[in-house]
């Protein structure tokens, strides 16, 4: 029995050992530098570059692509700050990156996906912090996910090896290039869309942890002198009328519970679906053009920029 087990660990460090000079001879053949993440950089650069008082947006991709800061910039007449990114980053994540930039005077208007995870998914923020290192700090490791990840990325660059694929930005429409300069994603403005978007599944009700953790944060931010407000995502129309009973639940708990001023209800970001791109959150040119109107006049309504005023 003590041989036996003794061939198995050796056979099991054989093994690894093959595995390790694998990974390290294919991974960093495929450090995917123009992928969709990789804009984090620009993001937090830009974030630490304005000036304050500013205005930043924090959320999952809805804002990637539901944003024209230019536009937001000239009605507010301040800096503005597109943080949307990736909605598996989870919702800890995003509010994590956004404290290091926050300033007295700044407005965070947080806007994420209807209950969106606080986690998000492990391999897709270890992506980030490839891309971004300063990433790391904005999760904990966690020993078996991270294991599962390496494991993940390994086999997908062995098939790209196998398959002479080493052009990663030609796999995806979704690239760092495909933003502009002020993060927001641009790239398919001028693109005819899918025939179809793409559905989410149904949205199960459950008490959103989020309204707690964004509470959290807001003590945070109020502690720096900046304000927080929460706006609802844009959504495509199909998608809040098969969802609606479940959202209105939603915002029962947001109203009663979140300490955060809310600006709108739900309805305000709902759009026809032809006004989106290839998601339900992802919105088209024009799908922007009336979603920053919705936003800009909101805003004007209730005089929500003078942080100074209301801390």
């Known amino acids: 029995m003590k041989k036996f087990i003794k061939h198995i660990i050796i056979f099991g460090c054989i093994v690894l050992g093959i595995y390790m000079l694998l990974a390290a001879t294919i991974n960093p053949k495929y450090k995917p530098t123009n992928d969709y993440l990789a804009i984090l950089a620009l993001k937090n650069e830009r974030l630490y570059r304005v000036s304050s008082p500013k205005v930043m947006f924090i959320g999952g991709s809805n804002l990637a692509f539901g944003m024209d800061t230019p536009k937001l910039e000239q009605a507010f007449g301040r800096p503005v700050v597109n943080m949307g990114t990736h909605a598996a980053l989870g919702m800890e994540f995003m509010l994590k990156e956004a404290i290091p930039g926050i300033n007295p005077g700044d407005i965070v208007i947080v806007s994420p996906e209807y209950l969106l995870s606080l986690d998000g998914d492990y391999e897709i923020k270890e992506l980030a912090s490839l891309l971004f290192p300063t990433s790391s700090e904005y999760f904990d490791f966690q020993l078996i996910p991270a294991i599962s990840a390496h494991l993940n990325r390994t086999r997908k660059n062995l098939a790209r090896n196998f398959n002479g694929d080493t052009d990663l930005g030609k796999q995806s429409p979704y690239t760092l290039e495909s933003f502009n300069e002020y993060g927001d994603f641009t790239a398919h403005w001028n693109q005819d869309p899918p025939e179809q978007l793409k559905k989410e599944w149904p ?3 459950r008490k959103w942890r989020g309204i707690s953790l964004l509470n959290e944060y807001n003590n945070t931010f109020k502690e720096t002198g900046a304000c927080m407000y929460f706006i609802f995502p844009a959504y495509a129309e199909s998608e809040y009328r098969k969802n609606e009973k479940v959202i209105n639940y939603l915002y029962k708990d947001i109203v009663e519970s979140l300490k955060v001023d809310i600006i709108g209800k739900p309805i305000d970001g709902v759009l026809p679906d032809s006004l989106f791109y290839d ?20 805003m004007e309504d209730r005089s929500l920029l003078d942080c100074e005023v209301r801390k």
Do not use: P
Not at 280 to 297: A, C, F, N, P, S
């Open 203 to 205: 949205l199960s009700y």
């Open 279 to 298: 998601t339900v959150y992802h919105l088209g040119k024009d799908g922007v053009q009336q979603r920053m109107q919705t936003i800009i006049e909101l």
